[in-house]
């Protein structure tokens, strides 16, 4: 679709947001949100006709692109069918798209849960990790995010967590492995797990075993980073959780449906948990879905017993025929295959030559369509090009980087001192390189403030 410039439309559609709309994680009077026309593809324009490659994918779920004809077209026919259906009841786009995720899900979590996105997913792990196991605790990273419901947002490990700690939610962190800005003083990807996998055991330890319901961890933390955890360390979970009776829970949200190459990101590393939870690309978000997949055990303690919890929206028709469409999208389009080939062929390389070329790039980490760089200010004492959780002045580097790549035709995912690539999971080769291209310029701009 060629973009067709209709400013005073714009303008009209600004107003209104700016008069009305209260917008999340942000000062409301220091804001100035785009006014976007349209999107299709891997791309969306402005009512100036500016066109934007999204280097995004939204928040990290729009897999398949926008607009994707078949996907519109499955939720064009479930309305006219069946707009809303009541939860208590079986219906064929939510059996089918349990079907299609239980088929994906590793191991033999084979029971879905709906639940409307990922905090609410989140939420619902918890609980039943909780209810499972008669324990209270729950442990979680730093450097991890899970949503920004009450539970879900104190069981994150950033700073947004910080506004909502009630610091009554039973929650502990820990520090999960990270090589780059190791806590552990490790020099090697073995030593970093030997050495996080026994801290996690000495928290555990402290913490009292029979205290601990659970263990949930991203298993690519996303927008901490995307710290892809070295050899060992999560299988290395897997048997702290077996030995104390613990659930392991992993956060698959982001990295979920084809991000990462793989249908989940736990396929990356032959690890199974007891719950996983899902959303964002299970139908490229294009109507709200999210769940937990259970494990046979786990859905065996509500058999007899009454699960407490439940969503008026859970498995949605509009949202189930979405999935339903989107999964089969992905299977007959090799959306997976697009991204783990284009992760290694393209983005890998073009990536660690951005490296090697700009002093701002301290590292680079990812794998398929989920990709970080960790900009620093000096490469030799990996000094974060800004400050930890800097606003204002402070970040005026990261936003001057923004500001460049959005001029150069990309818009960038920019969070802290790092930069994310995660564009479509479908995003062609030729489209990879134009935005590479922009992230070239747009990091020149970010040389400046390097020492």
Same mark, same amino acid.
């Given at each position: 679709?060629?973009?067709? *410039?209709?400013? !005073?439309?714009?303008?009209a559609?600004?107003?209104?947001?700016?008069?009305?709309?209260?917008?999340?994680?942000?000062?409301? !009077?220091?804001?100035?949100?785009?006014a976007?026309?349209?999107?299709?593809?891997?791309?969306?324009?402005?009512?100036?006709?500016?066109?934007?490659?999204?280097?995004?994918s939204?928040?990290v779920?729009?897999?398949? $692109?926008?607009?994707?004809?078949?996907?519109?077209?499955?939720?064009?026919?479930?309305?006219?069918?069946?707009?809303?259906?009541?939860?208590?009841?079986?219906?064929?786009a939510?059996?089918e798209?349990?079907?299609?995720?239980?088929?994906?899900?590793?191991?033999?979590?084979?029971?879905?849960?709906?639940?409307?996105?990922?905090a609410?997913?989140?939420?619902?792990?918890?609980?039943?990790? #909780?209810?499972?196991? $008669?324990? *209270?605790? =729950?442990?979680?990273?730093?450097?991890?995010y899970?949503?920004?419901?009450?539970?879900? =947002?104190?069981?994150?490990?950033?700073?947004?967590?910080?506004?909502?700690?009630?610091?009554?939610?039973?929650?502990?962190?820990?520090? @999960?492995?990270?090589?780059?800005?190791?806590?552990?003083?490790?020099?090697?990807?073995?030593?970093?797990?030997?050495?996080?996998?026994?801290? +996690? &055991?000495?928290?555990i330890?402290?913490?009292?075993?029979? /205290?601990?319901?659970?263990?949930?961890?991203?298993?690519?933390?996303?927008?901490? $980073?995307?710290m892809?955890?070295?050899?060992?360390?999560?299988?290395?979970?897997?048997?702290?959780?077996? #030995?104390?009776?613990?659930?392991?829970?992993?956060?698959?949200?982001?990295?979920?449906?084809?991000?990462?190459?793989?249908?989940?990101?736990?396929?990356?590393?032959?690890?199974?948990?007891?719950?996983?939870?899902?959303?964002?690309?299970?139908?490229?978000g294009?109507?709200?879905?999210?769940?937990?997949a259970?494990?046979?055990?786990?859905?065996?303690?509500?058999?007899?017993?009454?699960?407490?919890?439940?969503?008026?929206?859970?498995?949605?028709?509009?949202?189930?025929?979405?999935?339903?469409?989107?999964? /089969?999208?992905?299977?007959?389009?090799?959306? %997976?295959? /697009?991204?783990?080939? +284009?992760?290694?062929?393209?983005?890998? *390389?073009?990536?660690?030559?951005?490296?090697?070329?700009?002093?701002?790039?301290? &590292? =680079?980490?990812?794998?398929?369509?989920?990709w970080?760089?960790?900009?620093?200010?000096?490469?030799?004492?990996?000094?974060?090009?800004?400050?930890?959780?800097?606003?204002?002045?402070?970040?005026?580097?990261?936003?001057?980087?923004?500001?460049? @790549?959005?001029?150069?035709?990309?818009?960038?995912?920019?969070?802290?001192? #790092?930069?994310? %690539?995660?564009?479509?999971?479908n995003?062609?080769?030729?489209?990879?390189?134009?935005g590479? @291209?922009?992230?070239?310029?747009?990091?020149?701009?970010a040389?400046?403030?390097?020492?």
């Amino acid at each position: 679709m060629t973009p067709q *410039p209709n400013p !005073d439309a714009g303008a009209a559609v600004k107003a209104a947001d700016r008069a009305h709309v209260f917008h999340s994680w942000s000062a409301q !009077d220091l804001i100035d949100p785009l006014a976007v026309a349209g999107a299709e593809g891997s791309y969306f324009w402005d009512y100036d006709g500016k066109r934007y490659l999204d280097f995004t994918s939204g928040l990290v779920y729009t897999n398949i $692109g926008y607009q994707h004809p078949k996907v519109v077209a499955a939720i064009q026919e479930q309305a006219a069918r069946m707009t809303t259906f009541a939860p208590a009841f079986a219906i064929e786009a939510r059996s089918e798209a349990a079907r299609l995720i239980a088929e994906r899900t590793p191991g033999n979590l084979d029971k879905i849960f709906f639940t409307n996105g990922g905090a609410d997913a989140v939420e619902h792990a918890v609980r039943m990790a #909780r209810l499972h196991t $008669g324990r *209270p605790k =729950v442990l979680s990273a730093y450097r991890s995010y899970h949503g920004g419901t009450q539970q879900a =947002v104190n069981i994150t490990g950033d700073p947004r967590r910080w506004a909502s700690d009630s610091g009554t939610q039973g929650v502990v962190h820990f520090w @999960a492995p990270f090589l780059y800005r190791s806590r552990f003083y490790a020099e090697n990807e073995e030593q970093e797990t030997a050495r996080a996998l026994e801290h +996690l &055991e000495t928290t555990i330890a402290f913490e009292g075993p029979g /205290n601990v319901a659970a263990i949930i961890l991203e298993t690519i933390p996303g927008t901490a $980073g995307i710290m892809v955890p070295p050899p060992g360390y999560l299988a290395g979970v897997r048997e702290i959780c077996d #030995r104390h009776g613990i659930v392991f829970i992993l956060d698959e949200v982001m990295a979920g449906f084809g991000r990462t190459g793989e249908w989940f990101a736990a396929d990356l590393f032959g690890v199974v948990p007891d719950l996983m939870t899902f959303a964002k690309g299970v139908n490229s978000g294009y109507v709200p879905l999210g769940g937990v997949a259970i494990s046979p055990e786990i859905a065996a303690t509500f058999g007899k017993r009454p699960y407490p919890g439940g969503l008026t929206y859970s498995g949605h028709p509009l949202a189930c025929a979405a999935a339903v469409a989107t999964i /089969n999208v992905m299977a007959e389009e090799g959306v %997976v295959e /697009n991204a783990r080939r +284009l992760g290694e062929t393209v983005l890998a *390389p073009a990536l660690a030559d951005l490296a090697e070329r700009h002093p701002s790039v301290g &590292e =680079v980490r990812g794998v398929g369509m989920f990709w970080a760089l960790d900009l620093v200010k000096n490469r030799e004492t990996r000094e974060p090009l800004v400050p930890y959780n800097a606003a204002g002045e402070a970040n005026a580097p990261m936003a001057a980087f923004a500001a460049a @790549a959005k001029q150069h035709g990309v818009w960038p995912f920019v969070n802290m001192n #790092r930069t994310h %690539v995660v564009p479509p999971c479908n995003v062609t080769e030729a489209e990879l390189k134009e935005g590479l @291209a922009a992230l070239d310029a747009a990091l020149s701009v970010a040389d400046e403030h390097t020492v």
